[in-house]
């Protein structure tokens, strides 16, 4: 059965502090991929990466960096928390470059930064 | 930019039916997904549509329109746990990249 865990399901975090979140899938997918939710905007992606020490910017990276040293981990990092990071983190996997590839999700963080 | 819009709620009684629009304007286009989100937990795939017309799988439907840049989502026979976000996503590359709605928020009442 395919498989995302996420190192935390509630994060409590003052604000300024280095934040790690990590997520790891155990289906040999290239392409991993986090995001941010919050009510009324959805999903945004972060970061991507499509294999490993590869990795692209997403729509609203800033704040945000990433690290992906073996295939089954992709790490997001907050290099100092702030207020306005305090939300939902998702972490996706997904197979090959192929159409149709659905994206697997991870139960996801929910990060409070005071 | 980047435009993905869906309803925000929708209310329907058990045994109905419920369609969720979702249009879309983006800058690439390499398929529309629809994901179900219940409260709390992770998105689930439920369809994936990449061909205009009509995809049915069991009591979901999915249609695509490319040219209109229109999709919706089709659930018959509404169960209660049918209670849930529903998410339209658009892959806007072939990396699998997704944009997504702000999501669907359908209320099942007895």
């Known amino acids: 059965d395919v498989k995302v865990t996420q190192s935390s399901r509630y994060l409590v975090k003052r604000t300024g502090e280095k934040v790690f979140l990590e997520c790891v899938q155990d289906?040999?997918?290239?392409?991993m991929f986090w995001y941010r939710q919050d009510p009324g905007l959805g999903l945004r992606l972060i970061y991507f990466?499509?294999?490993?020490?590869?990795?692209e910017k997403g729509d609203i990276p800033e704040g945000y960096s990433v690290s992906r040293e073996k295939k089954e981990r992709f790490s997001l990092i907050l290099e100092s928390a702030s207020t306005n990071q305090t939300s939902m983190y998702l972490c996706?996997?997904?197979?090959?470059?192929?159409?149709?590839?659905?994206?697997?999700f991870g139960p996801g963080t929910r990060l409070t930064v005071t | 930019g980047q435009n993905i819009d869906q309803p925000t709620e929708m209310t329907a009684t058990e045994g109905a039916i419920v369609q969720i629009n979702c249009t879309y304007q983006?800058?690439?286009?390499?398929?529309l997904f629809w994901y179900q989100q219940h409260a709390g937990e992770a998105p689930t795939f439920l369809s994936y549509?990449?061909?205009?017309g009509l995809e049915e799988k069991g009591r979901f439907s999915s249609f695509l329109s490319r040219s209109k840049g229109y999709s919706y989502l089709l659930l018959k026979e509404l169960q209660m746990k049918d209670s849930a976000s529903y998410l339209c996503?658009?892959?806007?590359?072939?990396?699998?990249?997704?944009?997504f709605g702000a999501g669907t928020q359908v209320v099942v009442t007895p």
């Open positions: 996706a996997s997904r197979g090959a470059r192929l159409a149709g590839r659905e994206q697997y």
């Open positions: 289906m040999d997918h290239e392409n």
């Open positions: 990466s499509y294999d490993v020490k590869m990795k």
């Open positions: 983006t800058s690439g286009f390499n398929g």
């Open positions: 549509n990449v061909l205009d």
């Open positions: 996503a658009v892959a806007t590359d072939s990396w699998g990249k997704l944009q």
